[in-house]
């Protein structure tokens, strides 16, 4: 097999600098990667070809060879290698190196190896009362979290020192490990990522930087947000780590059961007692809304269990659009308490129907219904 230029390989210029052979290599190594191919042999041939190229270009001495010489002056079937580019050993130092800022987990975030983490987001649930839900309110909370220690800046060392190099991973914060083919970046155990140590810990942080604290804040709640609802302070969560930026506060409302109301979105529920007299004869209701009260005109012979709607008296959601409608359902109550004047006239009335179904819609079907049923069987 013909080989190929390894600079056409990598498709850069003869006099390419070690960061734009880097580069290339990288691009196409993720490319091709047997890992993001699986059983693509033409990936796995050119995944070997960038490599063999990389590994020769990005050592000095061999790519003088190899510029002197050509493909003579480095091949590694001379030097007796496994063939195919992946004869050297050096090929996981190459991988390791090329892959480790994103193989290594730095603990989340950018910002390098071991260096400055983001610190964690925090949530509080916020319970409200419909009425401060649909219009709004501000308020205050406490919420226990990290924040910046500030005896010793965030560093964790006693003022007047500082934290020196780790001298397991030499100030990397990570460690490599060779697991098979790969080598693996993995967070330095003794520095936790931080490549630093520290001598003589601060005493108000012990030496962590950040300490707990009721931090007091003050949430502006806007009108219409639901149960479930998020809202993001950002940069109110846990300070970050060795400098790190802070985490987000999410505020999550849960709105409180209200005696009266009932929520379903932008839509109010509730439920309206009304006398026996008023069902039959009509009259007039005053019903609650979040706005105060207001008159509802109820037609005679009103059924128990008729809704009543009011256009626009519901809620206007947070994310827009017009305010829901609120829906009054009207329960006849049977009167109880009854003095002898009143039974007295109930019965006359109870007599005054007796015989005549026309006045009761509902019965007059149940009993149809009910006869139906009994003749069938
Ligand atoms: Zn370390
Ligand atoms: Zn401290």
């Known amino acids: 097999m013909a080989k190929r230029d390894f600079y056409e390989v990598l498709g850069v210029e003869r006099g390419a600098s070690d960061a734009d052979l880097k580069k290339a290599y990288r691009r196409l190594a993720m490319k091709y990667h047997p890992d993001r191919n699986p059983g693509d042999k033409a990936a796995e041939d050119k995944f070997k070809e960038a490599n063999e190229a990389y590994e020769i270009l990005s050592d000095a001495s061999k790519r003088a060879a190899y510029d002197q010489y050509g493909h003579a002056g480095v091949d590694p079937q001379m030097g007796g290698g496994a063939g195919a580019g992946f004869g050297g050993a050096s090929f996981?130092?190459?991988?390791?190196?090329?892959?480790?800022?994103?193989?290594?987990?730095?603990?989340?975030?950018?910002?390098?190896?071991?260096?400055?983490?983001?610190?964690?987001?925090?949530?509080?649930?916020?319970?409200?009362?419909?009425?401060?839900?649909?219009?709004?309110?501000?308020?205050?909370?406490r919420v226990p979290t990290l924040v910046g220690c500030k005896t010793c800046s965030g560093s964790g060392a006693k003022p007047g020192t500082s934290p020196v190099t780790c001298?397991?991973?030499?100030?990397?914060?990570?460690?490599?490990?060779?697991?098979?083919?790969?080598?693996?970046?993995?967070?330095?155990?003794?520095?936790?990522?931080?490549?630093?140590?520290?001598?003589?810990?601060?005493?108000?942080?012990?030496g962590q930087g950040r300490v707990e604290e009721q931090k007091t804040l003050s949430v502006k709640v806007p009108a219409?947000?639901?149960?479930?609802?998020?809202?993001?302070?950002?940069?109110?969560?846990e300070a970050g780590a060795h400098g790190g930026p802070a985490g987000d506060l999410y505020v999550v409302v849960n709105v409180r059961e209200h005696d009266i109301f009932q929520?379903?979105?932008?839509?109010?529920?509730?439920?309206?007692?009304?006398?026996?007299?008023?069902?039959?004869?009509?009259?007039?209701?005053?019903?609650?809304?979040?706005?105060?009260?207001?008159?509802?005109?109820?037609?005679?012979?009103?059924?128990?269990?008729?809704?009543?709607?009011?256009?626009?008296?519901?809620?206007?959601?947070?994310?827009?659009?017009?305010?829901?409608?609120?829906?009054?359902?009207?329960?006849?109550?049977?009167?109880?308490?009854?003095?002898?004047r009143q039974r007295e006239l109930l019965e006359e009335f109870r007599s005054s129907l007796q015989g005549d179904t026309s006045h009761s819609p509902r019965a007059s079907g149940w009993f149809e219904g009910m006869k139906r049923f009994f003749d069938d069987l």
């Open 92 to 141: 996981s130092d190459i991988f390791g190196d090329v892959f480790s800022d994103f193989f290594g987990g730095g603990g989340g975030g950018r910002g390098g190896r071991g260096g400055p983490q983001r610190g964690a987001d925090l949530r509080y649930t916020l319970d409200l009362d419909l009425e401060d839900a649909v219009r709004g309110t501000t308020v205050t909370i």
């Open 167 to 206: 001298t397991t991973c030499g100030g990397i914060g990570q460690v490599r490990m060779q697991q098979g083919f790969f080598s693996v970046q993995q967070t330095c155990p003794r520095c936790h990522g931080s490549g630093k140590m520290i001598s003589d810990p601060c005493g108000t942080c012990h």
């Open 224 to 237: 219409g947000v639901d149960t479930g609802d998020r809202i993001r302070l950002t940069g109110e969560g």
């Open 263 to 340: 929520r379903d979105g932008k839509h109010l529920y509730c439920e309206v007692p009304i006398s026996f007299a008023d069902a039959a004869l009509g009259g007039e209701l005053e019903v609650p809304t979040l706005d105060g009260r207001v008159k509802l005109k109820i037609p005679e012979g009103t059924q128990t269990g008729k809704l009543f709607r009011l256009r626009g008296k519901g809620v206007a959601p947070v994310r827009g659009g017009g305010a829901g409608d609120l829906m009054c359902r009207v329960v006849v109550e049977t009167p109880v308490n009854l003095d002898k």
